[in-house]
């Protein structure tokens, strides 16, 4: 990735996911599932082609300030949001654990 290169992050609604794109090739998703005014994280995805240059920390930052904008609660079930909580304490007062309810909900939507 070039310093000219565009990267864009935008929320796809009809696939719950927010998607990172570096001079329009997809690179990468973060999905999630909303329930009960929460927002659910559970799986962040960077292509192999793209990695090591800091996408997923982009795409993550701006799902996570999207989502504290919309007024929604954050539960980070995926390891590397969870992993980004921990040095980013911007939404920190808005970050819940997952209850049981909510891994079952992940689990029946991931299969």
Do not use: W
Not at 45 to 65: C, S, Y
């Amino acid at each position: 990735m070039s310093d000219e290169s565009e990267v864009a992050v935008a929320r796809s609604t009809d696939r719950d996911r927010y998607e990172i794109t570096v001079d329009g090739t997809q690179a990468g998703f973060a999905e999630y599932l909303d329930r009960n005014g929460k927002r659910i994280f559970f799986h962040t995805e960077i292509g192999a082609d793209f990695g090591g240059r800091g996408l997923a920390g982009t795409l993550v930052g701006r799902a996570l300030a999207e989502t504290a904008d919309a007024g929604l609660r954050i539960v980070p079930v995926c390891p590397f949001v969870v992993k980004y909580l921990k040095s980013h304490h911007e939404v920190d007062e808005l970050v819940d654990k997952a209850t049981p309810d909510e891994l079952a909900a992940v689990r029946e939507r991931t299969g």
